[in-house]
């Protein structure tokens, strides 16, 4: 029997999407290794994004002002600098995004609970 793989998994993606998490629908606890402005490449190019990286053997994944914002609450400041070796919760939750509803990677606005 073939291996259950969603198709997303199939492409190169360098950043985290929600393929990345738990199947389970358990959210993923992660300690920030370094948040960084970096070019990243999408459908019109490259442009300059906000980018968390992380302890362990995860991808990074883009920040987007929503996701940036429940950091800074969970970790009790808005200095992307003091984010470093915190830990922060992502979970999965279904988002409208450019006309459509889809699966997207949130983080919660909680330092959470090890």
């Known amino acids: 029997m073939a291996e259950h793989i969603k198709w997303q998994k199939t492409a190169n993606k ?43 053997d995860f991808k990074p994944l883009i920040l987007n002002t929503t996701n940036k914002k429940a950091i800074a609450k969970a970790c009790g400041t808005d200095y992307m600098d003091e984010w470093v070796g915190k830990s922060i919760q992502l979970y999965v939750d279904t988002v409208s995004a450019f006309g459509s509803t889809t699966l997207a990677v949130r983080v919660r606005d909680f330092a959470p609970s090890k």
């Open 14 to 56: 360098n950043y985290m999407g929600n393929w990345d998490l738990p199947d389970d629908g358990k959210d993923l606890i992660l300690t920030i290794e370094d948040v960084r402005e970096e070019m990243v490449q999408n459908q019109q190019g490259a442009e300059k994004q906000i980018v968390a990286h992380f302890t362990g």
